[in-house]
C-alpha cells in the first residue's frame, strides 16, 4: 500500500528529525562505548502505511538505532525482498509477499523466545483463532506462513514452532469504501458493486494479489461462483471470476481502476466514483475534507490483510541484536498505539492501551460510542463526539474476516488474466 | 595506414560510449527474452515459452492495435497544430524578436514536469469538473459527459498537449531554412498561397516533418504512463504490458514484449525514412 498523504504530513518532522539526529549523533560522539547500538543503523523498506518518519524519531529517542526508512508500493515491495537481498536490514512486508520472498532465502528465521511479548500476540498470527471458537478465513492466512521448521527451515510449519519469518506489526479488514451521500441507501452485500445501478461510478483496485480477493467476494456473493478455497482458486474459478469482471467492465460498470492511496482518495472525493474497494486511511483522507465517506461492513465480511517485520539474512551480530531490540520495542506499545489511532490494528492489543487515551481506546478498539473529538497522530480530526468507528469493536470487526489476500499456486495464470482484464 | 588508424581511434569513444548504454542493454533484453521465470526468481534458459504466450494470446494484438492507433492519432493530430503553429511563427510573424519570443512562450509549459501537466486534465475533465460544469451552464448538455476522462479521448488529449512541441521544432526549423526568394520566385510566376504552400513549403519542410513524426511516434509508443493515468488503468498499450509484467516480477515476458516492440518501432522508423530521406534533405 502507498500513503503518500501520510508522507506530506510529516514532511515537517523529516527536517527535524534530521537536525535532531545530527545534532544527537555530534553530542553522543565522546561516548561510544558502552553504548554501541546508539551507532547502529538499520535499513527498512516497506509500505508507506506503516514505514512512518515518526516511528524512525521514537526509536531513535528510546533506543538510539538510527532507522533509515523507504516506503514503497506493494509491488515494489515484493520485488526488492526477492531480487535485492543486500539493500536492506528489515523488511516491512505482508504475510502474503512472505509465500513469494521466503524460498528465495533473504529473510532469516527469528527465535520466539527472544520476543519478550510474543504470549501476547493476537492468536491470528499464532494459530489462527482470534478466539478459540473463532473459525479460520480462507486465503493465506498470516499464520500459515508465519512459522518454520528451525532456524535454517526453508518450508513453513503449520504450527507455533518458535521459528518466525514475520513477526505482526499491523493489520487491518478491508471492505468497500461509498459515498452515502450519492448512494442514498442501505449497501449490505459485496453485489452492489456490480449492480448495474452504480454503472460508470464503480471502481477497484489494480493490484492483482489483492484486486482478485474483491472480485471473488462479489462473484461469491452473486452466487455464480462457490468457489472451493477463495485464496488458492482453480484455474475454472479464475476463467469464471473474470469472465464477470470483463462483462461488466465491457458494459461500463467501471469508472477506473486504482493503483495508488491517492489515486482512490481523488476518485471518491471528486464523486467520480461512489462505490470502490478502499483502504482504512483513504475513507479517512476522504473525511477530513468533510466529505461523507463510510468503510461500509457488508454482511458476507471483510477482505483482511496483516503485515509484518522479517530479517534480512545477512544481518548478524550487533546488528541482529539491535534488530531484536527494535522488535521489542515495536511490540511494546507505543508504535501499536500510533497505528490504532490511525485504524490499524497491532499485533499486541494490550500493549498499546496505555499509549492511547481511554476515548481513543474505546473508539478504535472497542466500537464504543466516542466521547470526545477523535483526532489522528498527524492532527486531523477523524469523527466528533458521540460516533462509532465503522464496522464496530476489534472483535466485531476482525471477527467477520471472510478472506485474507493471498498468492495463489495458479498465480502466475491469475497474473496473466489479470493483465487480459485491464486490456479488455 | 596512421590514417585509418587515427579514424578509427577518433570513431572508438562514441562507438564504446554507444556499445556499453545502447547494444549491451538491448541485447541483455533479448537473451533475458528467451528464459524462465517462477513467482520470484528467473533462471536462464533458452526456450520460446514467452513468445509463444505473446502470440498466442489475442490480449497481445488488441494491445499492439491499441498502440498504433494511439501513434497514429496523435500523429495526425500534432502533424496539423504543429504545423500551423511553425507556420505562423516562421511566415506570419515578421520580426525577428518576436518569433524568439513567441516560440519561447511555447515552450513555458515544459517548465513542469509532464506528469504535472497531464494530471491537471483530470480535474478539469472530470465529472464535476471545469468543462463539464461550464458546458452546462451555458446550457449545451444537459447531463455531464462521462466520455471526457478516462477514456481514448483523454489519453489521446493528453498525448496531444504533451508531445505537439516536439513537432513545432522541427518543422519551424526546416521553415527558417527556406530561401525567401523561393517564395517570392512562387508568387512572381503566379501561384495561389495554397499552391506555394502544397508545392514549395511543404515538400521543403519533410525533413523537419519527418523528425517531428519520428519523435512522436516513438515517443506514443514507448509510454506507459500516460495511458495509465489519463485512462484510469481501464485502457492498455503495450509500454503498460511491460509494466504489468515488471511490477510481478515477470521479467522474461516483460523483455519478450519489448522485443517485440523495439522491433515494431523499428519497422515504423524504416517504413518512415523510405519516404524521406533525412540524410540527403538535410
Redesign the interface.
Known amino acids: 500500500m502507498t500513503t503518500i498523504s501520510k508522507i506530506r504530513y510529516s514532511r515537517r518532522s523529516v527536517l527535524k528529525t534530521g537536525g535532531a539526529a545530527l545534532v544527537g549523533s555530534a553530542l553522543s560522539a565522546p561516548m561510544v562505548w558502552g553504548q554501541e547500538s546508539k551507532n547502529i543503523t538499520l535499513r527498512q523498506f516497506g509500505t508507506g502505511v506503516s514505514n512512518l518518519n515518526e516511528v524512525a524519531t521514537k526509536v531513535k529517542e528510546d533506543l538510539g538505532i538510527t532507522l533509515e526508512m523507504t516506503a514503497l508500493d506493494t509491488d515494489s515491495v515484493t520485488q526488492r525482498a526477492a531480487t535485492q537481498p543486500d539493500s536492506f536490514d528489515i523488511a516491512d512486508i505482508e504475510y502474503f509477499v512472505a509465500k513469494k520472498v521466503w524460498p528465495t532465502g533473504n529473510l532469516q528465521a527469528m527465535d520466539a523466545s527472544k520476543i519478550d511479548n510474543y504470549d501476547k500476540i493476537v492468536g491470528i498470527f499464532r494459530n489462527g483463532k482470534l478466539t478459540p471458537e473463532s473459525s479460520i478465513a480462507q486465503g493465506t492466512a498470516p499464520h500459515t506462513v508465519g512459522f518454520v521448521d528451525g532456524p535454517d527451515g526453508t518450508s513453513f510449519a503449520d504450527h507455533e514452532s518458535g521459528w518466525m519469518t514475520l513477526i505482526p506489526t499491523i493489520y487491518n479488514a478491508d471492505t468497500l469504501g461509498i459515498r452515502p451521500d450519492l448512494i442514498g441507501r442501505p449497501i449490505e452485500s459485496w453485489t452492489e458493486l456490480l449492480n448495474p445501478e452504480f454503472k460508470g461510478k464503480a471502481s477497484i483496485l489494480d493490484i492483482s494479489s489483492i484486486g482478485i480477493m474483491d472480485m471473488a467476494m462479489v462473484c461469491e456473493a452473486m452466487g455464480e461462483i462457490t468457489y472451493g478455497d477463495k485464496g488458492n482458486m482453480t484455474k475454472e474459478e479464475i476463467d469464471k471470476t473474470f469472465a464477470i469482471f470483463t462483462e461488466a467492465k465491457k458494459a461500463g460498470q467501471f469508472r477506473a481502476f486504482w493503483k495508488t492511496f491517492d489515486e482512490s482518495v481523488n476518485l471518491m472525493a471528486s464523486g467520480e466514483v461512489v462505490i470502490q474497494s478502499m483502504w482504512s486511511p483513504a475513507i479517512t483522507a476522504v473525511r477530513s475534507r468533510d466529505i461523507p465517506c463510510v468503510y461500509q461492513p457488508l454482511k458476507e465480511g471483510y477482505r483482511s490483510w496483516g503485515g509484518g517485520i522479517g530479517l534480512s539474512a545477512s544481518l548478524s551480530g550487533m546488528e541482529l541484536d539491535a534488530a531484536y531490540e527494535y522488535i521489542n520495542w515495536y511490540l511494546s506499545g507505543w508504535v501499536g498505539g500510533f497505528l490504532m489511532r490511525q485504524g490499524y490494528y497491532s499485533a499486541v492489543p494490550e500493549t498499546s492501551k496505555d499509549f492511547m487515551s481511554e476515548n481513543e481506546w474505546g473508539y478504535w478498539f472497542e466500537g464504543k460510542e466516542s466521547t470526545d473529538v477523535i483526532t489522528s497522530p498527524f492532527g486531523d480530526k477523524l469523527a466528533g463526539a458521540g460516533e462509532v468507528r465503522d464496522g464496530g469493536s476489534f472483535y466485531d470487526r476482525m471477527g467477520a474476516v471472510a478472506c485474507w489476500n493471498s498468492v495463489m499456486e495458479e498465480n502466475q495464470y491469475m497474473v496473466r488474466k489479470w493483465n487480459e482484464f485491464i486490456a479488455a | 595506414m596512421t590514417k585509418q588508424i587515427t579514424a578509427w581511434i577518433q570513431a572508438a569513444p562514441m562507438a564504446l560510449v554507444l556499445l556499453a548504454f545502447l547494444v549491451a542493454p538491448i541485447v541483455m533484453i533479448v537473451i533475458v527474452s528467451f528464459w524462465g ?1 517462477t ?3 528467473i533462471y536462464p534458459a533458452f526456450q520460446f515459452d514467452n513468445y509463444q ?1 505473446l502470440f498466442g ?1 489475442p ?1 497481445t494484438y ?2 499492439f492495435f ?1 498502440t498504433l492507433k494511439y501513434a497514429l492519432i496523435t500523429w495526425a493530430l500534432t502533424l496539423g497544430i504543429g504545423f500551423t503553429v511553425a507556420y505562423f511563427l516562421a511566415f506570419e510573424v515578421r520580426s525577428l524578436k518576436w518569433q524568439i519570443a513567441l516560440f519561447l512562450i511555447c515552450t513555458i509549459p515544459f517548465w513542469t514536469s509532464n506528469i504535472i501537466r497531464m494530471i491537471s486534465w ?2 478539469f475533465l ?4 471545469l468543462a463539464n460544469s461550464t458546458l452546462i451552464s451555458w446550457g449545451v448538455i444537459d447531463a455531464p459527459l ?1 466520455w471526457l ?2 477514456s481514448d479521448f483523454s489519453v489521446i488529449l493528453a498525448f496531444v498537449h504533451l508531445y505537439t512541441l516536439f513537432m513545432v521544432v522541427p518543422i519551424f526549423n526546416s521553415m527558417m531554412r527556406i530561401d525567401g526568394s523561393l517564395i517570392e520566385a512562387a508568387k512572381d510566376g503566379g501561384a495561389t498561397a495554397w499552391q506555394t504552400l502544397c508545392h514549395v513549403i511543404i515538400p521543403l519542410c519533410k525533413p523537419g516533418i519527418m523528425i517531428g513524426t519520428i519523435f512522436v511516434t516513438t515517443l506514443v509508443m514507448g509510454d506507459f504512463i500516460t495511458v ?1 493515468f489519463m ?6 498499450n503495450v509500454g ?2 511491460i509494466s ?2 515488471i ?4 521479467y522474461p515476458s516483460a523483455s519478450a514484449t519489448a522485443v517485440v516492440l523495439l522491433v515494431t518501432v523499428l519497422i515504423v522508423i524504416g517504413l518512415l525514412l523510405r519516404l524521406v530521406d533525412i540524410r540527403k534533405e538535410l
Open positions: 521465470a513467482e520470484y526468481s504466450f494470446s490480449v488488441t494491445v491499441n483530470i480535474p472530470g465529472r464535476n469538473g462521462e476522462l478516462f495509465r485512462s484510469g488503468s481501464q485502457r492498455a503498460r504490458l504489468n509484467d511490477s510481478l516480477l515477470q
